[in-house]
Nanobody
Framework: QVEFVESGGGLVQAGESLRLSCVASTNSFTHYDTGWFRQAPGKEREFVAAITWNSLTHYADSVKGRFTISRDYTLNAVYLQVDSLKFEDAAVYYC????????????WGQGTQVTVSS
C-alpha cells in the first residue's frame, strides 16, 4: 500500500503563499489520481484539489484561482501551491489517492500544518 509524506506547511500571514509537497513511497504513484485534503480543528476533513494520472486538475470552489496542484512524475511527488492564503485556509493538509469522484482511498499520512496569522 502506498504511503504519502506531506511537507511544506508553516506559519504565514494572510495573503502570503506556501508550497506543499506530497511524496509517495512507490513508483506506481505515477498511475494514481491524487488529491489534497485539509482538516481544520473541529471540522471534518474536506477535499481541496486533485490531479489525475495524466495531469488533469480539479479544485474545490473555495480554493479555485488561489491554489494550484501539480505533479512531478520523476520524483513521485504532487505539489499544492497555495497563494493568497486566508484565515479559513488554516488546517492540516493531507494527500491521498482518490477515486473518480475525488474521494480518498487508502490510509492517511501525518499531514502538514498550515497556520495563517493576521
Amino acid at each position: 500500500q502506498v504511503e504519502f509524506v506531506e511537507s511544506g506547511g508553516g506559519l504565514v500571514q494572510a495573503g502570503e503563499s506556501l508550497r506543499l509537497s506530497c511524496v509517495a513511497s512507490t513508483n506506481s504513484f505515477t498511475h494514481y489520481d491524487t488529491g489534497w485534503f485539509r482538516q481544520a480543528p473541529g471540522k471534518e476533513r474536506e477535499f481541496v484539489a486533485a490531479i489525475t494520472w495524466n495531469s488533469l486538475t480539479h479544485y474545490a470552489d473555495s480554493v479555485k484561482g488561489r491554489f494550484t496542484i501539480s505533479r512531478d512524475y520523476t520524483l513521485n511527488a504532487v505539489y499544492l501551491q497555495v497563494d493568497s492564503l486566508k484565515f479559513e485556509d488554516a488546517a492540516v493538509y493531507y494527500c491521498n489517492r482518490v477515486d473518480i469522484r475525488w474521494r480518498p482511498l487508502g490510509s492517511w499520512g501525518q499531514g502538514t500544518q498550515v497556520t495563517v496569522s493576521s
